[in-house]
């Protein structure tokens, strides 16, 4: 096969159903700037990464479940949460259904929609469910992840940290209180979970940043700690 006609005829495909989706993200706003279109773009650009890394994979079911993996966005602190991330799936599947998406693929949007989720706990069983996975999670991580995790914690109305021991030192770390502590609780869990190696690089690299600017954050805060820990 030529594969330059294949990679043209792939980015064709990719460029006709992108507006599509991009419709069904945002047909519903529900004004959350963590999960905004900018978000599912971030997304999507590390995806594109990840998979000129891993050419086998199917880049449309991988670009659908990229934008489509937050059409039901509930709350962190919302009791069915973890649920969220199935009901997307089935809100996707039942979307592209009406759009005469290529059903043959729409069981393999559905598993990635469902396993991208870190709260879910679903073990990401193709090569496309694991780069939505690391995308996803990469997000979570760097400067625009600390931003993302910043905002989610003011509209929860949790504390910026603790005012003696923002490092939780000398207490369990509890990100349902501290925004500081979702980096100990779940930012630096990150890198160990990616499922694709150029994704753990990338996720490895942002976690050294985050470590370095919250050591920051604790030196501008005033509390006398150490660092707690760090990255390999």
């Keep these: 096969m030529d594969t330059s006609f294949a990679t043209s005829s792939q980015d064709a ?47 449309l079911v991988v670009m659908a479940a990229c934008y489509l993996h937050d059409l039901v966005n509930l709350p962190k602190n919302h009791p069915e949460r973890r649920q969220a991330s199935r009901m997307s799936a089935q809100a996707a599947v039942a979307q592209l259904s009406a759009l005469d998406f290529p059903r043959g693929r729409l069981a393999a949007v559905a598993h990635a929609i469902e396993a991208h989720s870190y709260s879910a706990g679903i073990v990401a069983e193709t090569m496309e469910a694991k780069i939505v ?20 914690g003011g509209q929860l109305g949790r ?48 976690a050294r940043w985050v470590v370095a600017f919250r050591d920051q954050f604790v030196a501008e805060w005033g509390a ?7 990255v390999p």
């Excluded at 349902?176 to 990338?202: F, N, V, W």
């Design 13 to 59: 495909v990719l460029a006709l159903w992108r507006p599509r989706l991009i419709r069904l993200a945002t047909a519903s706003d529900d004004n959350d700037g963590a999960h905004d279109l900018n978000h599912l773009e971030r997304v999507w650009s590390s995806a594109r990464t990840l998979l000129a890394a891993l050419p086998q994979a199917d880049a």
């Design 159 to 206: 504390a910026l940290a603790d005012s003696n021991d923002p490092l939780a030192l000398q207490r369990t770390a509890d990100d349902s209180c501290y925004t500081l502590d979702h980096i100990e609780c779940k930012l630096l869990r990150l890198p160990a979970t990616m499922q694709t190696a150029p994704g753990r690089a990338l996720a490895e690299e942002r």
């Design 133 to 152: 996975q690391d995308a996803d999670r990469l997000d979570a991580l760097g400067a625009v992840g600390l931003a993302r995790m910043f905002h989610v």
């Design 224 to 230: 006398e700690q150490g660092s707690a820990k760090t």
